[in-house]
């Protein structure tokens, strides 16, 4: 994410563009107008298809997601709480003796200690992918292209957006038709 | 629902292709020249089409079920649950049974949804969505068992740790508890990692509304997905890790079910051999659900071209294999009985197969152990009919083998004074009736008002979704494609 005050800095995007959107028929097409906006030193661009289509990521110079450090931030809490509430709830809050066996061992708090880091695992990963995609967001510029509610059935989209420091509403869309695109479209923030 | 899809169905089947033959070549997952578009029609329409009749009986039918567990749930808090017919020795009967029984059937969504992810096993994505529903639904029928089993139902949150008015905490040491976090833990991130794979789905479900109100709702649902790629490298890294977690929580579930028996002291249950029988019992029965399932819905929406013949007999190979196993854990129980010189532990084995439940001890032989290996034959694993009445039979004798662990091992324990003989009462079977409503309500909304096949998934694994062509690779399996 780029710094917001740049955006419309440069004088070439006019305020009303918010990005350029045009749409590739094919896997191929929109991998290879990925990598020539990587080669030509664009950032704030991205790609919208139906499926994740495999390797885009090295094609958009995009870095691995930050997703699995938070899974691992929700592990350890779920471990530490369970061995904290199966020590605490269990030995000092309230011992009780059963069949002898001591307040608090390790060996029988395995299981919660197993199912209580899967869980918290799990919310990590699930929440984890909402926040890093800043969803739920029922509505986003791009979506304002004719033709985008085939992006989620059988077309493929580049969107080049203005807050890009090399945007020209020209230069792209010229690039993006020169690469193949179809339909390419100007929208509104 | 058996009214006759209008276009989707027609001519994509080449009668040709057969994709159970093992070849070189990778063998197509899905059948005919199909487009992105076409597979996202296929599935789609099953949701936007007019509601079939054949649903609307089906559904009144299994509301009237579900009808009937209302009614026997509100009469078994009313009198009490020795309206159940278990009683002392026989403390856990048909209630547990049916619990044991509908977590295992849950069992193989997991394992389809994550293991078979894993291992990279790509037919996978068209059951994967079905199973995982089935998986949420079998867990909500095996909870009410569990739940309603505790008498006063209304002081159910005992189970879990927040404080009551005893000023207790529940006993930590006790496997019952652990069941608790487990089922639990289980529910919750089987419908974390279900939601996760639908929003790519339910996106296309709200971009393809033609009314509002449906747009309102898939669009709620689908969270403003644009398939954004920036977005997807973090959903798939995420969903690996959901799969990740998923295979050893499945595999501890059973296993912590399993230790609800073996911790105990009582002989017939007192084993270590538990916890792996446990869960291949599991995978097992769930497969033989997911069969007789998608032979139905494959049938009836016209999806056979998505869920094909090589992945029904895929799924009989597990049964096969899965099935194997059950029947070699059966055989080692008897040799450890034998083997350890525990007059106590021989007599439950003995009188377990030659006593008075002789009568569900070899129904459960027969269902689990002997019908699987019909599936050693091709013809038979490909037979619609054939593994339809199989599948059903692996169900049958699922649910006999927990009836068999728990009557059997509690109704002649270490005092004849105390022998006895658990008869079922009306209670019992209605409240089983009563989780099928649960169970088949919630399948039947689910596939009239979700996409049942994971589109996006199916997608992927398409020759054409490859973004090199030009690999030879891919070349060939496009060859076999066509």
């Known amino acids: 994410m780029a710094d917001p005050k740049g955006t419309t800095k440069t004088g070439r995007a006019p305020a009303n563009v918010y990005a350029v959107v045009g749409m590739f028929t094919s896997p191929a097409d929109l991998y290879h107008a990925c990598e020539h906006l990587r080669d030509q030193g664009f950032r704030d661009f991205d790609a919208h298809t139906p499926f994740p289509v495999h390797g885009l990521e090295r094609a958009m110079g995009l870095k691995p997601s930050p997703i699995p450090w938070i899974v691992l931030g929700g592990g350890i809490t779920g471990l530490a709480t369970a061995v904290l509430m199966q020590w605490w709830m269990g030995a000092i809050d309230y011992p009780w003796n059963i069949s002898g066996k001591p307040p608090f061992a390790l060996q029988s708090s395995i299981p919660i200690m197993f199912e209580l880091t899967v869980l918290l695992s799990a919310f990590g990963a699930f929440f984890g992918t909402w926040a890093l995609c800043r969803l739920p967001k029922p509505f986003d510029p791009v979506m304002q292209h004719p033709s985008f509610y085939r992006a989620s059935d059988d077309r493929f989209f580049v969107s080049v957006e203005a807050k890009d420091p090399k945007f020209d509403v020209s230069k792209v869309k010229a690039t993006l038709e020169k690469l193949g695109a179809q339909e390419v479209t100007e929208v509104s923030p | ?482």
């Open chain 2, 1 to 482: 629902m058996s009214a006759a899809p209008p276009e989707n169905r027609a001519a994509v089947i080449p009668r040709d292709v057969d994709n159970t033959l093992q070849t070189i070549e990778r063998p197509p997952l899905v059948l005919g020249k199909q487009s992105f578009h076409a597979v996202t029609e296929a599935v789609s329409d099953v949701v936007e089409r007019k509601t079939p009749k054949g649903w609307l009986l089906l559904t009144a039918i299994a509301g009237f079920m579900l009808m009937i567990l209302g009614g026997s749930l509100t009469d078994l808090v009313g009198v009490g649950i020795g309206e159940w017919g278990l009683n002392h020795p026989v403390g856990w009967a048909w209630d547990i049974t049916g619990f044991v029984f509908w977590i295992g059937i849950g069992h193989a969504g997991t394992l389809i949804s994550a293991i078979l992810f894993l291992f990279r096993q790509k037919w996978r994505t068209s059951i994967n969505r079905a199973a995982e529903a089935m998986t949420l639904f079998a867990v909500a029928a095996a909870l009410i068992y569990p739940g309603f089993h505790v008498g006063r139902i209304w002081f159910a949150y005992w189970m879990l740790p927040i404080p009551n008015q005893m000023q207790m905490w529940p006993n930590f040491k006790s496997p019952l508890l652990w069941d608790v976090f487990a089922v639990s833990t289980y529910g919750t991130v089987s419908l974390l990692f279900w939601f996760l794979g639908l929003v790519p789905d339910l996106a296309t479900l709200r971009d393809r509304s033609t009314t509002k109100l449906r747009k309102i709702i898939y669009g709620t649902l689908a969270l403003g997905w644009r398939g954004s790629h920036r977005h997807w490298l973090t959903y798939e890294k995420a969903y690996l890790i959901l799969a990740g977690l998923s295979t050893p929580l499945v595999l501890s579930v059973h296993t912590i079910v399993s230790f609800d028996f073996a911790v105990s002291i009582l002989p017939g249950w007192h084993t270590t051999i538990f916890p792996p029988y446990f869960v291949a019992g599991a995978v097992f029965s769930g497969f033989a659900m997911v069969v007789t399932l998608m032979i139905l819905v494959r049938k009836a929406y016209g999806l056979e071209h998505l869920i094909t013949m090589r992945h029904l007999e895929n799924m009989n190979k597990i049964i096969l294999a899965t099935g194997s196993l059950v029947g070699y854990a059966y055989g080692m129980e008897f040799f450890m009985a034998w083997y350890s010189g525990n007059i106590y532990e021989r007599f439950a084995f003995i009188n377990r197969a030659f006593g008075p439940y002789s009568w569900a001890y070899w129904t459960m032989m027969t269902c689990n152990v002997f019908s699987p290996q019909f599936f050693w034959f091709r013809k038979i694993r490909t037979s619609i009919p054939a593994m339809f009445i199989l599948s059903i039979a692996v169900n049958i004798g699922m649910w006999f083998e927990r009836f068999v662990i728990i009557a059997t091992s509690l109704h002649r324990d270490f005092l004849p004074s105390s022998w006895g003989y658990f008869r079922p009462q009306l209670v019992d079977f209605t409240t089983f009736i009563g989780t099928f409503g649960l169970f088949l309500t919630l399948f039947l909304l689910f596939i009239r008002f979700l996409p049942g096949i994971a589109i996006s998934e199916v997608k992927g694994v398409m020759p054409q979704a490859n973004p090199h062509p030009e690999d030879a690779h891919e070349k060939e399996a496009e060859a076999a494609h066509g």
